[in-house]
């Protein structure tokens, strides 16, 4: 799928408006039942050696932590698991060169917010994740990339690399099944 207009640090795989793909990004999010994750997680992993690659030809001492978006603890005693870790676990399966080390416990989601998808405007959007996430020290000088599902607006990953990029960061890439 294209990046998102004005995200070209996001890419997602598919777009979201395929009905099968719709149904895969449900099933993942709501049911926790064993969908094509080592497909998806085979395809995601290609993208991101294509980019890391590229950024390797210029710092070959980069470093990349692989982080899936964080859900409060609240969340997951509700759901019982977080999707986007499922993701990345599909994706570091495939890394046998041991390129991206899997860091979720360097990112934090700390504040409880409404479900994005119950925001009406960006802008509600915004104000709904201000302060959500908190990143650890350990991500100076790492290049990060985040996993999600779904990109919509960019919001949630926009306030998540926004706070990398402050804890120092090097540079934050994100990587979706779909826009």
């Known amino acids: 799928a294209e990046k998102p207009e004005g995200f070209d640090w996001i890419s997602p795989l598919f777009q979201y408006k395929d009905k099968r793909v719709r149904a ?10 064993g969908l094509p994750l080592e497909t ?17 030809i210029f710092d070959n001492d980069a470093k990349f932590l692989i982080i899936p978006i964080p859900i409060t ?6 759901r019982g698991y977080n999707q986007s870790e499922y993701i990345a676990k599909a994706i570091i399966q495939n890394d046998l060169d041991h390129i991206l080390l899997y860091a979720p416990q360097w990112f934090s989601k700390v ?26 020290e ?35 890439l994100a990587f979706t099944i779909a826009h």
């Open 24 to 33: 895969i990004v449900w099933e993942l999010k709501y049911r926790d039942v």
């Open 40 to 56: 998806i997680g085979k395809l995601l992993f290609d993208e991101i050696l294509a980019e890391v690659s590229d950024i390797l």
């Open 73 to 78: 603890n609240e969340k997951r005693r509700e």
């Open 111 to 136: 504040k409880d917010t409404l479900p994005q998808s119950h925001t009406k405007t960006k802008e509600e959007r915004l104000q709904n994740l201000k302060g959500a996430f908190l990143a650890n």
């Open 138 to 172: 350990n991500v100076l000088d790492k290049y990060i990339i985040l996993i999600d599902d779904v990109v919509t607006t960019g919001t949630t990953l926009t306030e998540a690399r926004d706070t990398l990029l402050t804890t120092g960061a090097k540079d934050v």
